[in-house]
C-alpha cells in the first residue's frame, strides 16, 4: 500500500495528532478521533498513541483503518 502524503502547512513545524486525523478525512469530527486514539486504533511510527495533542513532524508516519500517512 502507498502512503498518502500530509504537508504541514508553510512555516508550520508540526501538526497535531487529532488534527491530522480530521484532515485525512477518516473523522469528522475531532470527538471521532479522539475516541479512536484512546481505543488504541491509531499508531504513530509503529507505536500504539494514545496522546491526541500528539506533536507530528515532517517523516512521522501514522496508521489508522488499515491506511498510512507520512507527515512531510
Request: glycine fraction near 14%.
Amino acid at each position: 500500500m502507498k502512503d498518502e502524503k500530509i504537508a504541514l502547512r508553510d512555516g508550520e513545524e508540526y501538526i497535531r495528532l487529532g488534527d491530522l486525523l480530521k484532515l485525512t478525512g477518516e473523522f469528522e469530527t475531532g470527538g471521532q478521533a479522539k475516541i479512536a486514539i484512546q481505543d488504541g486504533e491509531v499508531t504513530v511510527n509503529g507505536e500504539i498513541c494514545l496522546m491526541r495533542g500528539k506533536k507530528l513532524r515532517a517523516g512521522d508516519r501514522i496508521e489508522v483503518h488499515g491506511l498510512t500517512f507520512e507527515v512531510c
